[in-house]
């Protein structure tokens, strides 16, 4: 049987930090949709840096968005975060310019993920976006060690 427990505030904090990528769920009109995304953590927010498309106007309709973050080892040895909160499109480029130094700094090699089927006839590049994500509610759970129960760990 595995066992499941509610993580620490510092063990969610390290797993964001730590993963830098996880799935976004948006949703508009009573229809989700879930998109993997590379993110920057910068506690408390997160950052993310993507191209305009689905993701981006599902967000103008309804900012309020979930990030789930996992690290599966294998089905009975897992952790996993979800981060809710309000997604706000950045557009000053003073506020950019920081977030990209979040972004950067976590993943210098770190470009939107480029569609080719966006590009039009003409060639024209997909229009960057970047959102800072404020969580409101951060919950996680992990796998226990096998042979370990809660509030006992094996010697």
């Given at each position: 049987?595995?066992?499941?427990?509610?993580?620490?505030?510092?063990?969610?904090?390290?797993?964001?930090?730590?993963?830098?990528?996880?799935?976004l769920?948006?949703?508009?009109?009573g229809?989700?949709?879930?998109?993997?995304?590379?993110?920057?953590?910068?506690?408390?927010?997160?950052?993310?840096?993507?191209?305009?498309?689905?993701?981006?106007?599902?967000?103008?309709?309804?900012?309020?968005?979930?990030?789930?973050?996992?690290?599966?080892?294998?089905?009975?040895?897992?952790?996993?975060?979800?981060?809710?909160?309000?997604?706000?499109?950045?557009?000053?480029?003073?506020?950019?310019e920081?977030?990209?130094?979040?972004?950067?700094?976590?993943?210098?090699?770190?470009t939107?993920?480029i569609?080719?089927?966006?590009?039009?006839?003409?060639?024209?590049?997909?229009?960057?976006?970047?959102?800072?994500?404020?969580?409101?509610?951060?919950?996680?759970?992990?796998?226990?060690?096998?042979?370990?129960?809660?509030?006992?760990?094996?010697?």
């Amino acid at each position: 049987m595995i066992e499941i427990e509610e993580m620490a505030v510092k063990e969610m904090q390290d797993l964001l930090q730590k993963v830098g990528y996880g799935h976004l769920g948006c949703a508009r009109e009573g229809r989700p949709y879930v998109v993997p995304v590379h993110y920057a953590y910068a506690d408390p927010d997160l950052y993310i840096f993507t191209t305009e498309g689905m993701k981006t106007d599902y967000i103008a309709a309804n900012p309020e968005v979930c990030l789930q973050v996992e690290e599966v080892h294998n089905p009975a040895n897992w952790r996993s975060v979800i981060v809710t909160g309000q997604a706000e499109h950045i557009t000053k480029s003073e506020d950019t310019e920081h977030a990209m130094q979040f972004i950067t700094e976590q993943n210098p090699t770190l470009t939107p993920a480029i569609n080719k089927m966006w590009i039009d006839v003409w060639g024209r590049a997909n229009v960057v976006a970047i959102y800072r994500i404020h969580p409101s509610i951060i919950s996680g759970r992990k796998t226990l060690n096998a042979g370990d129960t809660r509030g006992k760990t094996n010697p």
